[in-house]
Structure formats: C-alpha cells, structure tokens
Nanobody
C-alpha cells in the first residue's frame, strides 16, 4: 500500500522558515519523480515543486523560486521541503505526491502551513 505522510507544518510569522518532511512507503521510491503540491481550502491544488528520481534536478513554481528548496534521501525514502522567507500567501495544506507508471496520481496526508503575524 502506497503511503505518503507529510509533516513539519505549523504556524510561522512572515519571513520565517519551516522544513517539511514526507515519509514514503509502499512503492519503489527511488524510481519516481516526486512533487510537493499545496492547496488552500476551497481552491484548486497548486503544484509547488518537483524533484527527479536521483535528486539532482528540481523545478519550482515561480512564486517560490529562491525561497524553497526541495531535496530527497532515497536511502531513507524521505522528501524535504525547506521553506524560507515565508509569506502569508504560502498558507496552505502541503502534500507530497507522485504519479505512478500507470498514470495514477497519489497524494498523501498533508501538513498545514500557516504564515501569519
């Protein structure tokens, strides 16, 4: 059974930092491109970033470029999203996600990030 469990969210002031983690299991983690997606309740999900299977290539949505860093540890089946210079508009539930070889999308339990003074 595929499991994706994000953690590390919380309340932070504007300009602050958080590090999200995602524990993955139930699939060959090191073979897949992985993503972070965020969603504000009542709005469509927004893709944030992806990382290739080897962890040496990342891509980010424009609004987080230069502030967020996505990394992975294939030995531990873990993903990390370092978020710096946080803004109120970064407030959302953050999910780790991937698409398997059949085209099925998986998105695990998310973690809430609230940026507010």
């Amino acid at each position: 059974e595929v499991q994706l469990q994000a953690s590390g969210g919380g309340l932070v002031q504007p300009g602050g930092s958080l590090r999200l983690s995602c524990a993955a299991s139930g699939f060959t983690f090191s073979s897949y491109v992985m993503s972070w997606v965020r969603q504000v309740p009542g709005k469509e999900p927004e893709w944030v970033s992806y990382i290739n299977s080897g962890g040496d290539y990342t891509s980010y949505t424009d609004s987080v470029k230069g502030r967020f860093t996505f990394s992975r540890d294939n030995a531990k089946n873990m993903l990390y999203l370092q978020m710096n210079s946080l803004k109120p508009e970064d407030t959302a539930v953050y999910y780790c996600a991937f698409r398997d070889k059949t085209g099925r999308d998986y998105r695990g339990q998310g973690t809430l990030v609230t940026v507010s003074s």
